[in-house]
């Protein structure tokens, strides 16, 4: 069987295509627009031009399955459109206009699937998964292979820098905030309070940026997965005190993180502040994830 999933998230709405046999997946093909979708938000209403921004998306997709008779379509959406106030009529305008249905994914949902797809071929039965998309960040921590405890917080990327920061890059005062707002919302995760994880498992764009980045700078291979949070900080103070960049900063921002750039301090602000509050040294960077999990929990059962 052939499946394309589009997940419609805060940052992007990705469309990845699957051969299903059996117990097996392959990726075939990938797509992405990078739409900003939390930045069509205002007093939590979702914008009639972030509206437009999806359906724009989702028919070049829809004729893109259309040419190679792809018939088998799930779309989802996460905290993109879950989290607005009329989430209801987005939604449904989006199907009315695109003929694609969307199912709204909550935040235990999407954390399950991101314990799904991310730790299948992980060999810890024991850990903490970290999710920082662009509207959320959501945290699982399992046990024998088992979730025991989950959550979705109200904070990802794109929304603390749109909070935060208006400039493309921000400066060191504006990172401070980050960092205030950061801490405020994952300290209230109190079933987290007394989890200790000196290795995590992270997926989402800000750890797939952040291991980009990381490996350029500090001549890894490009294949290399596992990142050192000591860097964290030092990667921020780079280049997010000034809020300027030097031609030479700009060049290896633009290498290495091009779709990234405007969301990649504030996300590593989100990465450092989980870091320091669970004692992690080293995050293990996993290509899967919530659509991953998505096949596994629903279609492959």
Do not use: W
């Not at 051969?19 to 075939?28: G, H, Q, R, V």
């Not at 008779?69 to 905290?79: E, L, P, V, Y």
């Not at 935060?164 to 405020?184: E, F, G, H, K």
């Not at 031609?247 to 590593?268: C, W, Y």
């Amino acid at each position: 069987m052939i499946q394309a999933i589009i997940d419609i998230g805060s940052n992007t709405v990705r469309m990845a295509i699957y051969e299903i046999e059996d117990d097996s997946m392959e990726l075939i093909l990938k797509k992405k627009h990078m739409v900003g979708l939390s930045g069509y938000v205002t007093d939590n209403v979702m914008g009639q031009e972030g509206v437009d921004q999806v359906c724009r998306v989702l028919e070049e997709y829809k004729d893109f399955l259309k040419v190679f008779s792809i018939n088998n379509i799930t779309a989802f959406t996460t905290a993109a459109l879950r989290n607005c106030k009329n989430s209801n009529q987005v939604v449904n305008e989006i199907i009315n206009r695109t003929g694609i249905n969307i199912a709204v994914i909550s935040g235990d949902k999407e954390a399950e699937y991101d314990f799904v797809g991310a730790t299948r071929n992980l060999r810890m039965n024991e850990g903490l998964l970290v999710d920082i998309g662009g509207g959320s960040t959501e945290l699982v921590y399992y046990k024998d292979n088992q979730i025991k405890h989950k959550i979705s917080l109200h904070i990802g990327s794109l929304g603390i820098k749109k909070e935060c920061a208006a400039s493309l890059i921000p400066d060191s005062n504006q990172v401070a905030r980050m960092y205030d707002l950061a801490r405020r919302v994952i300290d209230g995760a109190s079933d987290f309070a007394d989890i200790r994880a000196r290795v995590i498992c992270g997926i989402g764009g800000t750890f797939k940026g952040a291991r980009a980045l990381y490996n350029y700078l500090y001549g890894m291979e490009k294949d290399n997965k596992e990142i050192n949070t000591d860097k964290f900080h030092d990667i921020i103070e780079r280049f997010g005190s000034t809020g300027n960049l030097s031609q030479s900063e700009a060049i290896i921002l633009m290498k290495n993180i091009p779709d990234r750039i405007h969301t990649f301090v504030s996300g590593l602000v989100i990465a450092d502040v989980i870091a320091k509050k669970f004692g992690t040294e080293q995050v293990i960077y996993s290509d899967s994830g919530v659509r991953e999990g998505f096949i596994y929990s629903e279609l492959m059962k």
